[in-house]
């Protein structure tokens, strides 16, 4: 998952979810979604990350 906070685009930070929340949809999407295993959540901020999952 990748979630940010950006008034630009040009720079972003990452949302702070709370761990619950995480835990809650990445157990869904792991048990739900067929041929998912496991679920990452990105916190790197933009720069230097992109906003776009690489």
Avoid: C
Avoid at 10 to 16: G, L, T, W
């Amino acid at each position: 998952m990748r979630a940010v906070t950006s008034t630009d685009g040009m720079m972003a930070e990452y949302y702070p979810f709370e761990y619950g929340f995480l835990r809650r949809v990445s157990t869904r999407i792991a048990n739900e979604v067929r041929g998912i295993k496991w679920v990452t959540y990105d916190i790197t901020s933009k720069p230097p990350g992109t906003i776009e999952w690489e």
